[in-house]
């Protein structure tokens, strides 16, 4: 044990390296470690006076909220940007957060705004209400149907054309938000639904990469992005029941995203690939379409089967698992808009970006032994804690 004497200069000492190791890296694993390995090694400095205490806990307090160095500000915008699944929810939003704050000497301009949309006569008379005539001259609505190859080169040869045309730096970012949820029992889904849901949620994203990469790597300077849209806590997520199709391609696009990223590091491209990972997130037109999706699902699986034996046998869970989406309140969509501009212009970016407190909280879930893991998201959508009570007709 030290000396009464030097027990503050010696806990400041360590306080100060633990601060900043923990700004050093934006990871919340490592901070924890810091915690820990602060906790330890001020163990062995006498802790009797109360400045001592005090200053452990501000130290604590200071690992888990401090900034990294190496974000403390931000890239400026140039160029231009391409973001998918604009005609609602997530990528609507995010053009609109965009496009309202491209006027900010500060924060540097983009040149063009691509928004990619299934229907553009649509997105583009929503955007046109949202947004002032300055505003729009910043965006550039393209038709685009992620699982049509044809689609999907006619949209990044739109984009290479504007940029040769207007002399532009080149294209720095692709966001990608689109996608579908496919939900229903594993044991009747039809395989074509199955099908539409990976065309959708995860070749629609290899499309979009294998036809915009060579775009993004002719950018002027500076680091390039390839932002992908997961789903809750990421890989580590708990897998709830009636979720097959959805999260068989979120977790497909997961593993996508990381060995495309290891790819773009040793080819020295400088192109980071990062996962926005939302929990709820409302509002958005997911919950509306998966109400259709929903019905269409049945309906497959009737005509599938020959009888109502899927619905009979799993329709009471899946009321209640709507039931129960419908009550969660959700983090509000501006949050994944912020999350995306980190990703763009932050000089480190994370990899995954845990978006509501539902999201920060499922990799923790996960990582608990399986029987408890497993127990706690039944019991989250269907049983004692799940806002829509407990199912009725099922084990939980």
């Given at each position: ?331 509000h969509v501006s949050e994944v808009s912020k999350a995306a501009e980190h990703a763009l212009l932050a000089p480190v970016p994370r990899s995954s970006y845990k978006i509501g407190i539902d999201s920060k909280l499922a990799p923790i879930v996960g990582m608990m032994p399986t029987g408890m893991r497993e127990t706690m998201a039944r019991h989250g959508m269907y049983g004692v804690l799940s ?10």
């Amino acid at each position: 044990m030290f000396d009464e004497s030097n027990e503050i200069p010696i806990k400041v000492g360590i306080s100060i390296l633990c601060l900043f190791l923990a700004g050093r890296f934006d990871n919340h694993f490592w901070r924890l470690v810091l915690i820990f390995l602060h906790s330890f090694l001020t163990s062995f400095v006498t802790a009797s006076s109360a400045t001592g205490m005090i200053l452990r806990v501000v130290t604590m307090i200071g690992i888990m909220y401090m900034p990294m160095f190496a974000n403390l500000s931000y890239m400026k915008r140039k160029g231009c940007v391409m973001i998918t699944g604009c005609d609602s929810g997530m990528g609507q939003a995010t053009v609109e957060y965009l496009a309202k704050s491209n006027d900010n000497p500060a924060k540097g301009t983009y040149e063009k705004i691509f928004a990619a949309c299934f229907n553009p006569e649509a997105a583009k008379e929503a955007f046109e209400k949202m947004l002032t005539p300055d505003q729009m001259k910043h965006v550039a609505v393209v038709p685009l149907d992620v699982t049509n190859d044809k689609s999907c080169k006619e949209a990044a040869k739109t984009v290479q054309s504007w940029i040769d045309e207007n002399s532009s730096e080149g294209l720095y970012g692709i966001v990608q938000y689109h996608g579908i949820a496919v939900n229903g029992p594993a044991a009747y889904i039809p395989l074509h639904m199955y099908e539409r849901q990976m065309q959708v949620n995860f070749l629609g994203n290899l499309r979009i990469v294998q036809g915009f990469l060579p775009i993004l790597k002719k950018r002027s300077d500076g680091p390039g992005r390839i932002v992908f849209t997961g789903t809750g806590g990421g890989p580590c997520s708990p897998c709830p029941p009636l979720l097959t199709p959805y999260m068989a391609s979120k977790f497909a696009i997961e593993g996508y995203c990381q060995s495309l990223r290891a790819e773009m590091y040793m080819t020295g491209s400088n192109i980071e690939c990062c996962m926005i990972n939302p929990g709820f997130v409302k509002p958005t037109m997911l919950m509306e379409e998966g109400k259709k999706l929903t019905d269409k699902m049945w309906k497959a699986c009737e005509e599938e089967q020959g009888s109502t034996v899927a619905k009979d046998e799993f329709g009471m869970l899946m009321d209640h698992f709507l039931k129960y989406s419908a009550l969660q309140p959700g983090t509000h969509v501006s949050e994944v808009s912020k999350a995306a501009e980190h990703a763009l212009l932050a000089p480190v970016p994370r990899s995954s970006y845990k978006i509501g407190i539902d999201s920060k909280l499922a990799p923790i879930v996960g990582m608990m032994p399986t029987g408890m893991r497993e127990t706690m998201a039944r019991h989250g959508m269907y049983g004692v804690l799940s806002p829509a009570g407990t199912v009725e007709g099922y084990k939980v």
